[in-house]
């Protein structure tokens, strides 16, 4: 089989987006399940749909057109502001989009207009979190100016926090979502049925009893993937959080000294690690896995393995005993590591699991 590989149980996933669905469910919140970290990996997205989740969502438009020429029909979002060199594609994919800059809506509009359909966009609102979004008190401009633009339906207000600077989702600010929610209502006379909270930090909340007010949907990937929580990065109760794998092979495992010799200048990456103790010789076991195929810092080696270092295609570890090569292991990656070996070129996918 060939390594390195992503390994994808899609029972497991699926049993983590069902698990999430039903939960958020009972608080009057559906999910879209965002496929980003998997590229749009349709048989991913199918068991997502599967799942019940209410829509797909990706930031990128190339997933959004891989998932639909496999003839996944269901609603889909762009979770990214569209690129202005994109819109057309955007439109045609029958998404809808977070808006966040008012040039990018009318390019949308001219877009729609020109296609004679219209495209749905969600506005969304900067809550402290300073990524996408518009500022709350500009909120009322953006509003009027996509229900001036012919093509453009407004469908409702979203935000995004905990990705640029950690912000939590609290009472607080998710308290001044659906109050710029209900100002845009009253301001325009119009009824906004989407209001998306956010992203996998905001189940903390969700689930801690707040009142949710007008939130009425959450966008998740990385919950529903690994089965954690973004915030602190615990194990969500009830979810698998050993879906995901990244599978190495061992290339070399022989006795060595811990500590290099020779004088020390810089390494591939710059400044060298410091010359740790001398802890005697150790079993230093090599796997074809390096910065080119994943974050090496990412990756939770089994218990026997202890990473060591990494270059562009080489990870060192001490291992408890000798390896032969070509003994394959599993790394468990967090969400960084993930996404860069879904995006390099040398790690294949396998999906298992009975779906
Ligand atoms: C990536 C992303 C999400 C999903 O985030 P997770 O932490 O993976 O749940 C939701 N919304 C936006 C705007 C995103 O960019």
Known sequence: MSCPRVEIDLDKVGHNASTLVDRAGALGISVTGVTKAVLGLPPLASVLMASGVAALGDSRIENIETMRAAGLRGPM?????????????????????????????TLLAAAARHRGVEHGVVLMVEL??????????????????????????????????????GIAPDAGNMAELSACTERVEREHGV???????????NLLWAFSGADRGRVNNLRLGESILLGCEPLQRQ????????????????????????????R????????????????????????????????????????????????????????????????????????????????????????????
């Open 128 to 165: 402290g979190d300073l990524r996408e979004g518009i500022m709350p008190e500009q909120l009322g401009a953006a509003a009027a100016h996509v229900l001036s633009l012919g093509g453009l339906r407004l469908r409702g207000i979203g935000a995004n926090l905990a990705c640029r600077s």
């Open 77 to 105: 979002v762009l979770i990214r502001s569209p690129m202005p060199s994109q819109v057309g594609r955007v439109v045609d994919s029958g998404a809808i989009s977070l808006g966040t800059d008012c040039d990018v809506m």
């Open 264 to 355: 020390i200048a810089q390494s591939a990456f710059g400044v060298a690690e410091p010359v740790g103790d001398d802890r005697g010789p150790v079993w230093q076991t090599i796997f074809a896995l390096g910065h080119q195929d994943t974050d090496p810092a990412g990756l939770e080696p089994p218990g026997c393995v202890r990473i060591v270092g990494a270059s562009s295609d080489h990870l060192i570890t001490e291992t408890s005993c000798r390896f032969d090569a070509g003994t394959e292991m599993r790394f468990r990656p967090g969400y960084g590591a993930f996404m860069r070996a879904m995006t390099s070129h040398s790690v294949s996918t396998l999906l298992t699991g009975n779906r």
């Open 191 to 201: 009824e906004l049925d989407i209001v998306t909270g956010g992203n996998s930090a």
């Open 235 to 262: 194990p969500i109760p009830g979810l698998h959080d050993d879906a995901i794998a990244v599978v190495a092979e061992v290339i070399e495992s022989s006795r060595k000294p811990s500590r290099p010799w020779g």
